[in-house]
């Protein structure tokens, strides 16, 4: 059980190919092209050949920005910022686990929370969009039921007369 165990981090840790990271995550190599291009993701090395390498940290990326995708409904525009703002909080992390100078520090930290700020504004706008669109899908449902009672209404009046 133990062997399992260590073959599995083994695993874990390896390279990873475009067509693997393609079929775990549930995108094309071509997304994943795409997303290079349009500096959403970068390969962690390339083989002689030019084929992509991946970590395991860049397949889950993928994952990451997929989830953007689908929970959020987030555009690639969007999630460029969310994800730019994530890394510059990473990058603050990493400095403060470094034990960089403060005032890098204090600069790294500043970047992170206006980076946050901006993501927060960006996310609650959204949120009011979805609302408001919500609040409208409302609406037209109340409208088109007190037309089917009207309608019903009338229909009943006709079966009477």
């Not at 403060?102 to 949120?127: G, H, M, P």
Request: charged residues 35%.
């Amino acid at each position: 059980m133990g062997t399992e165990q260590s073959s599995d981090v083994v695993a874990a840790d390896r390279p990873l190919r475009i067509g693997e990271v393609a079929r775990q995550t549930g995108v094309t190599p071509r997304t994943l092209r795409y997303w290079e291009e349009i500096g959403l993701l970068e390969p962690a090395a390339y083989r002689e050949s030019g084929e992509r390498l991946y970590s395991p940290a860049e397949r889950d990326r993928v994952l990451h920005i997929r989830e953007l995708q689908d929970l959020l409904g987030l555009t690639l525009a969007e999630i460029q910022d969310v994800l730019a703002s994530e890394d510059t909080v990473e990058r603050a992390r990493r400095a403060a686990r470094a034990d960089a100078p403060t005032l890098k520090r204090l600069q790294l930290l500043s970047d992170a929370i206006e980076a946050n700020r901006r993501l927060v504004e960006r996310i609650n706008d959204r949120l009011q969009r979805v609302i408001e669109f919500r609040d409208e899908c409302i609406e037209r449902g109340n409208r088109m039921a007190a037309r089917r009672a009207e309608l019903e209404s009338q229909l009943s009046r006709a079966g009477k007369g």
